[in-house]
């Protein structure tokens, strides 16, 4: 260590950590080449636990005997000893492939320093009590994962009363109510350990495991209330396919592991030596055994910081004529894919190395799990019977997209998944590609029952993807589809994808990319710089006094001139028999935007000068309000993009109310176009857009904590306000969306000759269902997310009193007070 | 508040370029310091004290950097809002021409949203070139940002390629080429 100390000073085996230092700051520098020099032992050994198992060549009880050999020959570092035990359960919590090697690793440090298991255990135990506590759930289940794996040397039974522990919980949980979510979230964590212990500890464990699972049927088996509202597919009448929860899976293939022995042949298993190592064996068989330190389980357990919803299980490539992902009856399926998602989940810092892993996952799994790296789909057909079909790209990219398209939200922003799939294909082109384009082509042969949100994620997606990629992709493949009516899901899909690709570059690039049919869908408005300026034809009403107010917009002129030109608009219009109001607005809005044309800084600066008058106009009626998105929509109408960032603005401003929002899409826009508009995804876009904004908004009030004790009643006034009127939004949307879906609008009703049974009333119904889907489970989870929250202040508030804080009881009093006006509102 | 260094790199961290600025200078020692610790293998220093007041510990705003000089702010709008609604977006502009000179500072409402944008955005391609993210203090008016004798940025001036999306070669090595205004540019929606 004195070397070590020795910062700077040159001894010539030392390592240095102000070395890059020099470096960095001289770069004059003209040192002959860098000496060599051995890193000190705790360097060494974090470098190597930190890239485990990643070198597919080296046999993993080699690695994991040569880490445990260099830290129990250093055992007297205490700088070794200290971070060892640290880095262990770090790597637990962040790169969770990893967990088995890392254990192995511990097992055979055991032979010779069994301390360091017990300063591990101890470590391990504090830590998984305490996310039980704070009811951080992935972190529990990556904790328990670590301890299964040592359950080889534990003492007594292990990991199991735990698991028992945990799942007394749940079904207290589950008895107290049909809607809890973390009961089943516990049981999901049970099963998911369980495959880990009965491949560290083979053999023993049997009747135990089974005596567990007979217990966790009841609740694993349980369809959960909200599971319909979260199907990735909409169900329609007469489908073979129900899809299946994702617990209820996993309890059936774990049961079927069960009855064939356990052979879980897809999990690794580093801490086995080969037969010819006979000495290392009978030093791990022999090796000290550890008492499991307490872990002590709150009686009430809680949901956490990430809402829980069920999940579904979820595959692009599922219906194959090659299974080229684990089917869903086997262990792997729920196994692999719970890895990955951990990993992708945990690693959102650094999305480089989460491509990284996806790409390597082989490595991770015992070995012939996978067909070999980039073997082309065809080539699948052609491998032998017990050699895997498992196509590694295949499950990696299958994993991202099951986030990509979880409902309600993933744990990420959306963008998140998108970037590993960028990196993911940038790292490994030639094998992960063609795994998109499969999973594409999937989706978009699906695309009509696929839920309306998650259509709508699937064409962002794609677009953003090509975006990165020269934008190229092969559209011929399609092209009978641009034959189709536009509000065919097919025909949508493709619109709207042209478009985000059009708003992330520019239509004459786009147009290039295209195969000759496609060029249609693209017309020359796109093309454009600046939309026509409508006032600068005569034929125009109000043509004159357009241009006039355009005029005195771009000089500033003062209020009262441009007052005077509305007036006249309005006299003539009252002449005409039009709404005055609504003409005036229509004009001065166009004014104002095509005065802001050339970029959104020119727009938002033209309307904060003018958001005085647009406030007026808007406030003046209803018509009036709604003809400001008209007017917004109709100039920008060849780049809906810019318009949609438009209204976003107009919003903040408040001189548009979400109802505005709705009204205009729902009842004026899909009026106007006898529900075809439903087909348009930049009007499912700005409502839904608008509704997140509203809901958001609440959410933020709901879990604001209370600054003072006095400002408490005012906040729950304004919560209760806010939260009365995102219902009534939903209401709202909810009317006008059921008579689209039930072919009751008048518009339809008019438009069809008798039986309504036409093609295009068809899909008019079938886009309204979709939508109602959309925003209906929106609504429910948002009255799911007061409930959570209304229990968490209630929980706040009672710690608060538990503290004998006099304020807290002004808190409670405010508690109870809404809860009452949400009874009413809910009743 | 940060625990111990995480076993993977974060991609949410100012670049070095933010902690050589001379502005900075005061701080600058002890972070140049904190970074090397981050960047070795070595484990021994896991921030006994705290360095002073982080300038971008709730940093909302992000300069991007590499654009096209035909780059609009709708694209960026674009594709920025995916990490969160935008606040407020300032192009770069040539100080002579008026017309964009490749970067922009994008403003966010909350800092998650810049952090979640260094990670998810950065480093991505925008208008088919790879784009730089870096956290920034917050852009005030008046502000004089990186722009030199040519008008446009430095990095332009020392440029020895040829950049078609930045005007073609670099600005200092030959006299700037007749420059494509910016409104000219057939096809680019404004």
């Given at each position: 260590m004195a070397d070590y100390d020795r910062r700077g000073s040159g001894g010539d085996s030392s390592y240095n950590p102000k070395k890059r230092r020099y470096r960095d700051d001289d770069e004059h520098d003209r040192r002959g080449p860098r000496r060599r020099f051995d890193a000190p032992p705790h360097v060494r050994v974090r470098k190597q636990l930190v890239a485990i198992a990643e070198n597919a060549m080296r046999p993993w009880h080699e690695e994991a005997q040569a880490i445990a050999t260099l830290f129990t020959d250093n055992w007297d570092d205490e700088l070794l000893r200290a971070n060892f035990v640290d880095l262990i359960l770090q790597l637990a919590v962040e790169q969770p492939l990893k967990t088995p090697f890392t254990a192995a690793v511990v097992l055979v440090a055991n032979g010779a320093r069994p301390e360091v298991v017990d300063l591990l255990l101890g470590k391990l135990a504090a830590l998984i009590e305490g996310k039980i506590g704070a009811g951080e759930w992935r972190e529990v289940k990556l904790y328990l994962k670590l301890l299964a794996c040592l359950q080889g040397c534990l003492e007594g039974e292990g990991v199991f009363p735990v698991l028992e522990e945990l799942f007394a919980r749940a079904v207290d949980l589950q008895t107290a109510s049909s809607e809890d979510t973390v009961g089943t979230e516990i049981v999901k964590i049970i099963l998911l350990t369980l495959p880990y212990v009965m491949v560290a500890a083979p053999g023993q464990w049997a009747q135990k495991a089974a005596d567990l699972m007979e217990k966790t049927e009841i609740i694993a088996s349980e369809p959960h209330t909200l599971q319909a509202l979260i199907e990735p597919f909409q169900p329609e009448a007469g489908e073979e396919s129900q899809p299946q929860s994702l617990i209820g899976l996993l309890q059936t293939q774990l049961q079927s592991e069960a009855s064939n022995g356990w052979a879980l042949s897809c999990l690794p298993r580093p801490w086995e030596f080969p037969l010819e190592e006979v000495e290392q064996r009978s030093k791990l068989d022999d090796a000290a055994k550890h008492a499991l330190p307490t872990i002590t389980i709150p009686q009430t357990v809680i949901a956490g910081p990430r809402p829980l919803f069920p999940e579904i299980s979820f595959s692009v490539y599922a219906n194959q004529d090659v299974e080229s992902v684990p089917p869903l009856t086997t262990a792997a399926a729920s196994l692999i894919r719970d890895a990955l998602l951990d990993t992708i989940n945990v690693l959102h810092f650094n999305r480089n190395i989460t491509a990284r892993h996806l790409i390597d996952l082989d490595c991770y799994f015992a070995p012939r799990t996978f067909a070999a790296r980039a073997t082309p789909f065809d080539k699948l057909r052609d491998i032998e019977a017990p050699k895997s079909t498992w196509k590694p790209e295949d499950v990696a990219v299958d994993a991202v997209f099951s986030q990509l398209f979880q409902l309600p939200t993933p744990e990420h922003k959306l963008v998140y998944y998108h970037s590993v799939l960028t990196e993911a294909c940038k790292l490994a082109p030639a094998a992960i590609a063609p795994s998109l384009g499969r999973a594409i082509r999937h989706l978009y042969r699906n695309t009509t029952r696929l839920d309306l949100e998650l259509a709508s994620r699937f064409m962002d997606w794609f677009a953003h993807h090509l975006s990165n990629f020269g934008f190229t992709w092969k559209w011929t493949e399609w092209v009978d589809d641009v034959y189709l009516s536009d509000a065919h899901p097919r025909k949508a899909f493709i619109a709207g994808a042209l478009d985000k690709e059009i708003r992330l570059s520019f239509a004459q690039r786009i147009k290039n990319t295209l195969p000759e049919p496609y060029k249609e869908l693209i017309s020359a408005e796109m093309e454009k710089d600046m939309p026509d300026f409508k006032f600068a034809n005569d034929d125009t009403p109000f043509a004159a006094e357009g241009r006039e107010i355009a005029g005195l917009l771009k000089r500033k002129a003062p209020d009262e001139e441009i007052d005077a030109v509305i007036q006249r608009i309005q006299s003539q219009a009252i002449d005409r028999e039009i709404d005055a109001l609504v003409a005036s607005t229509d004009v001065f809005v166009t004014c104002v935007l095509h005065v802001g044309s050339k970029s959104l800084s020119h727009v938002l600066a033209a309307i904060e000068r003018t958001k005085d008058r647009l406030a007026d106009a808007g406030a003046a009626s209803d018509a009036a309000r709604t003809q400001i998105i008209s007017a917004t929509m109709a100039y920008w109408s060849a780049h809906p993009g810019v318009a949609l960032s438009i209204i976003e603005k107009l919003l903040n401003y408040s001189i548009l109310t979400p109802e505005t929002v709705i009204n205009w899409a729902l009842v004026g826009r899909a009026g106007n176009s006898r529900g075809e508009a439903l087909s348009i995804a930049h009007v499912y876009e700005m409502v839904f857009n608008t509704v997140i904004k509203v809901t958001g908004r609440v959410r933020q009030l709901v879990v604001k904590p209370a600054l003072l004790p006095s400002s408490d009643t005012d906040e729950a006034e304004t919560r209760d306000r806010e939260i009365k009127s995102m219902r009534a939004l939903f209401a709202a949307i909810e009317d006008a969306l059921a008579s689209w879906a039930t072919g009751s609008k008048d518009e339809m009703m008019e438009a069809s000759e008798g039986e309504g049974d036409s093609e295009g009333e068809k899909l008019v119904r079938m886009w309204g269902e979709r939508w109602r889907r959309v925003f209906r489970r929106r609504a429910a989870i948002e009255e799911a997310f007061l409930v959570e929250a209304e229990k968490e202040r209630a929980r706040k508030a009672e710690e608060a009193a538990q503290n004998g804080e006099a304020e807290a009881e002004v808190v409670a009093e405010g508690l109870t007070q809404t809860m009452d006006t949400e009874g009413e509102a809910v009743a | 508040m940060r625990g111990p260094r995480a076993t993977v790199e974060r991609l949410d961290q100012p670049s070095a370029y933010f902690n050589s600025r001379d502005s900075w200078t005061s701080q600058n020692k002890r972070r140049r310091f904190d970074k090397d610790q981050r960047d070795g293998d070595d484990d021994t220093n896991m921030q006994a004290e705290q360095p002073e007041e982080?300038?971008?510990?709730?940093?909302?705003t992000l300069y991007v950097g590499n654009l096209s000089f035909y780059t609009t702010e709708e694209q960026v709008y674009e594709l920025f809002s995916k990490c969160g609604e935008i606040k407020r977006l300032v192009m770069g502009l040539d100080r002579f021409n008026k017309t964009p000179c490749g970067f922009c500072f994008v403003e966010y409402y909350t800092h998650q949203d810049a952090l979640d944008c260094m990670k998810y955005i950065g480093g991505t391609k925008l208008d088919e070139r790879v784009i730089r993210t870096d956290l920034d203090p917050g852009f005030t008016e008046g502000r004089q940002y990186g722009r030199g004798k040519s008008g446009g940025q430095v990095r332009d001036e020392y440029r020895e390629d040829f950049d078609e999306g930045r005007g073609g070669v670099g600005r200092a090595v030959h006299p700037p080429p007749r420059t494509r205004d910016y409104d000219d540019e057939p096809g680019r929606l404004k």
């Open positions: - | 982080d300038p971008l510990k709730d940093a909302t």
